[in-house]
């Protein structure tokens, strides 16, 4: 399997704050990596560095495609274009043509049990439809990686289900390589293959047992 | 004894709720009949050379729109100068809010020209560009552009600060060009502030349109109020402070109301 993803010594500060210290990642092609680790630990500014987010101060980050799908904590919808042209958005700018990229959200967001709220603005959606058309907006773009920040945050035990399950489902059928931050080791999906945790910038990774590979983290320097 | 009263601000603050029986609008008419009764009742207070009445002002109005000079030597110079001061204006104060808000050291440079423009007395701004421009359109506009700019530009600055940096995140890892990011997140985070300042420009565009025709123009609203003045004719003189005034709400009323509502709709 190739690899999708290389983080190689990553150093990040804020400010006087290193968040991320001698940081070292390899995600290979159709690998689900969960990241776990309290707040404040740097797992989402990992996310943001791999996305191009956030620059590094030093080091080096290869992301081998520029198909990233990511589903934040928010939904991030423009609140003024309806759940159907939140899904066109990406792929208008990918270059698609309008009524592809038409049909290909409508596809997404039947997926993800929407069709009949296609034409609704966010505002008056519930905050688990917000954050499935967040995950059709993800997938239809067919990313090659999908970064997950914590999408389960603020849902009820019911709407996690069962966005849970449309994620698992929609991440086997296209087999993106996934980066799943979350602080809560319940909510990592079945098909993690690798779960890295996170102590603090600098610290020793701990290893979870029987699905760790190699995972290195380097010392402040 | 009590040490702590819990008081509810937002009881505290809003205004009573009006019947709803009662729609908006009638409290608007009323509001307008009350300040008409008054102005009657000062009128026939005062002579009619200090205060002309609402029947005598609005016959004068009629007057007006019946006289094709007057519609043609006054009323459209006016109208065509408060268009185009309040394209420059506005489309001059907009393009460098953008700029101010996409580039930090631009604001900063413009920071002190702002604040020159909104402090200085707008008669001051009027006596200098008629040594500059000498009288007519040109002064009027440039005038008129030159004290609505800096409005637009604080309101679109500040929009430009406040777009959702969240959504602008989105916009970079789903690699959205600069084209769409303009159209569908900036031009609609910035529609609300840039509405609400193209309202007070208005209003203050045909104020100072109207003034500065009155000190340096040989024709327009403001040149026939100084020769109305001039003249004694109180009459037509209320008729004009009359017609000035149903400009502004006219622009208001058909064009930025139903923009804003459209804007508000979208934002919900």
């Not at chain 1, 983080?7 to 689900?32: C, S, W, Y």
């Not at chain 2, 603050?13 to 009638?26: D, N, V, Y």
């Not at chain 2, 995140?169 to 609300?192: D, H, K, Q």
Request: net charge positive; glycine share 8%.
């Amino acid at each position: 399997m190739s690899v999708v993803i290389r983080m190689d010594n990553i150093h990040k500060r804020f400010g006087k704050r290193p968040v991320v210290a001698g940081f070292n990642l390899t995600v290979r092609q159709g690998e689900t990596l969960g990241m776990l680790g309290p707040s404040g630990v740097g797992k989402s500014t990992i996310l943001r560095l791999i996305a191009g987010l956030e620059t590094p101060d030093s080091g080096r980050i290869r992301v081998a495609t520029p198909r990233i799908g990511f589903v934040f904590q928010e939904a991030r919808l423009l609140p003024w274009d309806t759940a159907l042209s939140n899904v066109v958005l990406p792929l208008r700018a990918m270059g698609m043509s309008k009524p592809e990229a038409l049909e290909r959200a409508r596809q997404y967001l039947r997926r993800m049990a929407l069709s009949e709220f296609e034409d609704v603005l966010p505002s008056q959606l519930s905050g688990g439809m917000r954050q499935r058309v967040a995950l059709a907006r993800a997938f239809a773009v067919a990313p090659d990686v999908l970064l997950l920040d914590e999408p389960f945050t603020g849902l009820d035990k019911a709407l996690k289900k069962s966005i849970r399950s449309l994620l698992e489902t929609s991440i086997n059928e296209c087999g993106a390589a996934v980066v799943h931050v979350t602080h809560d080791p319940t909510e990592l999906l079945d098909r993690t293959s690798r779960i890295v945790e996170l102590k603090g910038p600098g610290s020793e990774v701990l290893e979870t047992p029987h699905r760790v590979e190699t995972i290195e983290q380097g010392q402040e320097p | 004894m009590w040490t702590r009263v819990f008081t509810c601000p937002g009881s505290a603050i809003s205004p009573p709720t009006p019947s709803g029986r009662i729609p908006p609008l009638a409290y608007h008419v009323s509001g307008i009949v009350l300040l008409f009764l008054g102005w009657e009742l000062l009128s026939r207070h005062f002579s009619g050379l200090v205060v002309a009445g609402p029947a005598e002002t609005l016959a004068a109005l009629a007057g007006l729109f019946r006289n094709e000079t007057f519609l043609a030597r006054h009323l459209l110079p006016t109208l065509e100068r408060i268009g185009m001061a309040l394209c420059f204006g506005v489309g001059g104060g907009a393009a460098l809010g953008i700029l101010a808000g996409f580039i930090e050291p631009v604001r900063l440079v413009l920071a002190p020209a702002r604040w020159i423009l909104t402090s200085i007395p707008g008669v001051i701004i009027v006596v200098v560009f008629m040594l500059w421009f000498g009288m007519g359109t040109v002064m009027v506009v440039c005038i008129t552009a030159t004290m609505v700019a800096p409005i637009i530009y604080v309101n679109v600055a500040d929009g430009m600060m406040s777009v959702d940096r969240n959504l602008l995140e989105m916009a970079r890892v789903y690699r959205l060009p600069l084209r769409m990011r303009m159209a569908r997140i900036y031009t609609m985070a910035l529609a609300g502030p840039l509405l609400s300042g193209v309202v007070i420009a208005t209003g203050n565009g045909i104020r100072l349109v109207v003034l500065a025709e009155m000190l340096g123009a040989n024709e327009g609203i403001g040149h026939a109020l100084a020769i109305s003045r001039t003249n004694l004719q109180t009459d037509e003189l209320y008729a004009l402070t009359l017609l000035a005034m149903l400009i502004i709400g006219a622009v208001e009323v058909l064009l930025l109301r139903p923009a804003r509502k459209a804007v508000q709709r979208r934002r919900a």
